[in-house]
Structures are given as structure tokens and as C-alpha cells.
């Protein structure tokens, strides 16, 4: 069965072939999905026909959004410590530990509730595609569970037992990261794609450069690809050892040196960028105009979270990324679109083009301009096709 979207006033494929500027934007636009991929895009008067029709009534449609860093498999609030940082209390990381105990205390049912709401409250703000860490859990078991339910509701799931050292092995980080590196990853390796961690020597919580190689090393023996939380609370290796790596993306990426952003210019790994957090814990922005200019593909991502980015809102952090980071409203659609799927090596989403998943977001608006224009709306929607 195929079907017509129709009425499209301004088009979004991200596919400069088929329209104009880096978006490929086609004005009055259609398209047509067949077997859950786009068949055709091109003007409305030139449409072929189908077996069903929709018309969106003059809205522009965007491909949906691709959230490539998120943490959705927890227990509990943090509401407290969020408060506390709009006083002045400084976000070091520390505050994991008591979502990883009220992690461990829930039980599956409680977690899968948790994660099918958030990704239901994503999939209602556009976002089509999105990466689930574990890292909430911290011992072999529980990890491994995180990870069973987050491949539940994505293909994108990430092995993030290096999140922070658990409480359990404070003043032993080495035995926590041979724990990782052994049992608890050949329990996690089977449900996950990806391997993580959190690198930030300036953390008393998280892991050194030595001790994050041997992380990342060890899930990529174990056939996992690699993704690096890297330079959020303080300059450090973790930018330069994911290009080293070769991994997909290099996330937070807010206190960077000269050699960081040369390294970033000069490889493939995406720096995907999280202004969400900056907004919940009062840190600097990233400076996403310089690595721009440098010539570093983006990413954005709202690294939802319940303690330093509770936030499930793409277009939320696109408005943050207009307004605090110095990108341009297509900028920043196309960094949360197609550097979404970058970030997460993916072809068949992030754009418009025939052959890709027809994951369409509509915009309450008549230009994806409104996305930045008016933050806060709920002015975006997955649109379901019925393929």
C-alpha cells in the first residue's frame, strides 16, 4: 500500500539534490511512503498517484528527529538536586549514585513503564530515532537488564557500565573498570551496539583517560562500536581518544582545547552537543559556532536524564542551540536530524530521500524556522502514515 502526504508548504529532505540550500527544501511540496520508505519527493503538481492520502493542510514536515544520546532506563527523581543547582550547587556527577540505587531497588515493570513513557513523550515532540544508554545500574546483573529492556524500544542500545564508579567500589576505580572490561560486559555485550563512558578526569565520580581506553578497547574486542561522553565538565583526553578510536561521536564536548577541535576537523567522529544539560546545571554552552567554522559535523541531542537533562524536548534543545550556541535555525535542524544519524551511523534516517524510512514530523507552523522561533510551543508531531 502507498501514500500520498500531501499539502507539505515547505519540505525538509536534507538532501541538497533535491531542493535548495544544505536542507533540500521543497516548497509546496509532496511525497510518498510505501512499505514504511519513502517512495517519491518532489512538488505537489507533479505527485504520482497512491492508494491513500493525507494532507497536512499547508504545514512543513521535517524528517523526523534523531535523539543520539539519551538515558531512559532509571528509577526515581532528582528534583531536589536541580533545585539545588539554581542555588549555586555545582554538577560533578555525584548525584548518579542515587539513581542507580533507586534503579537497582525497581523492578522491571517499574523501569519498562518508565522508558515506554519517555519514549512515548519523545515520538509525540518528533523525535523517531533514539540511543539508550544503561549506566543506572553498575553491577553485572543489573546493567545487563537495562540493557534487555532498552533493546525493547530501539535498536540503538549503548553499554555504558562506565557511567561512574559505584558506591560499593569507592577508593577501588581499577577493580570497578577490570569488572566492566570482563564479566559485566561479556553479560552486556549481546543486547548492545555501542560501548560508552564517562571520561572526566576532573570527576571524582567517572574515569580517567587510561582507565576509559581500556573501556572503550575492550567493547570494541567484543564486536561493540564506540561513542565517548568526552570534555563536558573540564578539558581532558576524551575528545582526542575518540578520534583516535574512530568512534562515532564524541558527546558533550564543552571545554575544548585548539587540539581538540583540529582532531574533531581532521577525523570522522561527530561532536554531538547537549545544551539541555548546560540549561539544567548552569554550565557554559558549547562554543558550536567555532567547531563550525572548523568544519566538525554535528549533532544534537537532548541527553534525557533525571538529574542533569530531564528534558525529552528535540525541539527544545534546537532552541537552545539557536539561541545560547550561536547555530542557525537550519544548522541546528539539520545537526538534530541528519547529525543525529551520524552520530549514530546511520543512512536510512535523518533525511527525506527515496529509500529512507519515512519518519516525518509535522510542524504546526508553515517553516521549520518556527521550531527556534517559538520555543516552548508543542508545535511538532510524529506523523503516522498507517504503512
Known amino acids: 500500500m502507498s501514500t500520498l502526504v500531501t499539502g507539505i508548504g515547505e519540505l525538509v529532505t536534507n538532501d541538497p539534490a533535491r531542493g535548495d540550500g544544505p536542507l533540500g527544501l521543497v516548497a509546496r511540496a509532496a511525497l510518498v511512503v510505501e512499505e514504511g520508505l519513502v517512495a517519491w519527493v518532489g512538488p505537489a503538481a507533479a505527485a504520482p498517484d497512491a492508494d491513500a ?48 540505587a533507586a534503579t537497582r531497588a525497581a523492578s522491571d515493570d517499574e523501569l519498562r513503564g518508565r522508558l515506554g513513557a519517555l519514549v512515548a513523550e519523545m515520538r509525540g515532540q518528533g523525535t523517531t530515532t533514539v540511543e539508550v544508554k544503561s549506566g543506572y545500574g553498575l553491577t553485572v546483573g543489573d546493567e545487563a537488564r537495562c540493557l534487555r529492556l532498552a533493546a525493547e524500544v530501539t535498536a540503538e542500545t549503548t553499554f555504558l557500565g562506565a557511567h561512574v564508579v559505584p558506591a560499593e567500589y569507592a577508593g577501588r576505580s581499577d577493580d570497578y573498570v577490570d569488572l566492566v572490561t570482563g564479566p559485566m560486559l561479556t553479560a552486556c555485550a549481546p543486547h548492545a551496539r555501542w560501548v560508552d563512558v564517562f571520561c572526566e578526569p576532573g570527576s571524582a565520580h567517572a574515569f580517567d583517560g587510561e582507565q576509559a581506553r581500556a573501556v572503550l578497547e575492550a567493547g570494541r574486542a567484543a564486536g561493540l562500536q564506540v561513542r565517548v561522553h568526552a570534555n563536558q565538565l573540564s578539558a581532558g583526553p576524551g575528545v582526542r581518544l575518540a578520534v583516535e578510536l574512530g568512534a562515532a561521536s564524541a558527546d558533550h564536548c564543552t571545554h575544548l582545547g585548539a587540539a581538540d577541535v583540529d582532531a574533531l576537523a581532521g577525523g570522522t567522529t561527530v561532536a554531538t552537543l547537549l545544551p539541555g544539560v548546560e540549561f539544567s546545571t548552569r554550565s557554559p554552552y558549547p562554543d558550536a559556532r567555532r567547531l563550525l567554522d572548523a568544519g566538525v559535523t554535528l ?89
Open 299 to 387: 549533532a544534537l541531542a537532548t541527553d534525557c536524564n533525571p538529574g542533569s537533562s530531564f528534558t525529552s524536548s528535540m525541539p527544545f534543545c534546537v532552541a537552545l542551540a539557536v539561541r545560547e550556541m550561536r547555530m542557525t535555525p537550519a544548522e541546528a535542524l539539520w545537526a538534530a536530524t541528519a547529525g543525529g544519524a551520524a552520530a549514530l551511523r546511520r543512512s536510512d534516517v535523518g533525511h527525506l530521500a527515496p529509500g529512507a524510512r519515512a519518519d516525518l514530523a509535522v510542524v504546526d507552523a508553515p517553516s521549520y524556522r518556527h521550531l527556534a522561533y517559538r520555543p516552548g510551543v508543542p508545535l511538532v508531531r510524529t506523523l503516522d502514515v498507517g504503512v
Open 53 to 100: 492520502r493525507i494532507d497536512v493542510g499547508g504545514r512543513a514536515v521535517v524528517p523526523g528527529f534523531v535523539d543520539s544520546h539519551a538515558h531512559l532506563v532509571f528509577a526515581g527523581d532528582r528534583a531536589g538536586e536541580f533545585e539545588a543547582r539554581m542555588s549555586g550547587a555545582r554538577y560533578d556527577g555525584g548525584g548518579i549514585t542515587s539513581t542507580v
